[in-house]
């Protein structure tokens, strides 16, 4: 499952025709400045470092801390508050 919101998109690591590195370096690739969010169920995913260093893209294991995800995204987003 992926979607936008607003001027983010999040997405899973793993899908079936393209990585999430690969969907990270397309969205760089393309000009885009769009805080990425990947949310995985497995705690150790093997793409989890590769997203990190990818500029602008964020890796969360499920269960989703909300509180840690919001704060992030606010942070992300330049959101006071």
């Known amino acids: 499952m992926?979607?936008?919101?607003?001027?983010?998109?999040?997405t899973r690591p793993s899908m079936p025709h393209l990585s999430g590195p690969?969907?990270?370096?397309c969205i760089r690739e393309m000009g885009?400045?769009?805080p990425t969010y990947f949310?995985?169920?497995?705690?150790?995913?093997e793409y989890a470092e590769q997203i990190k260093e990818i500029g602008g893209?964020?890796?969360f294991t499920k269960p989703l801390n909300t509180a840690l995800f919001l704060q992030t995204l606010r942070t992300d987003l330049g959101i006071k508050g």
């Not at 949310?39 to 995913?45: A, D, F, P, R, T």
Request: glycine share 12%.
């Open 2 to 10: 992926h979607f936008m919101l607003g001027q983010t998109l999040k």
């Open 32 to 34: 885009l400045n769009v």
């Open 57 to 59: 893209c964020r890796y």
């Open 22 to 25: 690969e969907l990270g370096h």
């Open 39 to 45: 949310v995985s169920g497995h705690s150790e995913c």
